[in-house]
């Protein structure tokens, strides 16, 4: 899947998303976005790097530190 796809899919995602609030005004839509791609994204990169946190977190491009207190805080490792 394309970057272009996945940009389609989590805007055809958010258009639902606000058609389904029909008026009501969102809060903390941007940190509920977070939320809901962060974890299937260490997920998905943890599975293919092996579960190597070193390897995970240079794919991502984030310090190892930061990718284990994100695996904690999403409950994906102890």
Same mark, same amino acid.
């Not at 899947?1 to 389609?8: F, G, L, R």
């Not at 809060?27 to 579960?51: F, I, N």
């Given at each position: 899947? @394309?970057?272009?796809?996945? &940009?389609?899919?989590?805007? %055809? @995602?958010?258009?639902?998303?606000?058609?389904? $609030?029909?008026?009501?005004?969102? %809060?903390?839509?941007?940190?509920?976005?977070?939320?809901?791609? &962060?974890?299937? $994204?260490?997920?998905?990169?943890?599975?293919? %790097?092996? !579960? #190597?946190?070193?390897?995970? %977190?240079?794919?991502?491009?984030? #310090?190892? #530190?930061?990718?284990?207190?994100?695996?904690?805080? !999403?409950k994906l490792v102890k």
């Open positions: 899947m @394309s970057k272009k796809n996945i &940009e389609d899919c989590v805007r %055809a @995602s958010l258009e639902g998303y606000f058609k389904d $609030l029909r008026g009501t005004e969102p %809060a903390g839509v941007y940190d509920m976005m977070l939320q809901t791609v &962060e974890k299937p $994204l260490l997920e998905v990169v943890m599975q293919q %790097a092996d !579960h #190597n946190q070193s390897r995970a %977190a240079q794919w991502l491009g984030l #310090n190892r #530190n930061t990718l284990r207190k994100k695996l904690l805080d !999403h």
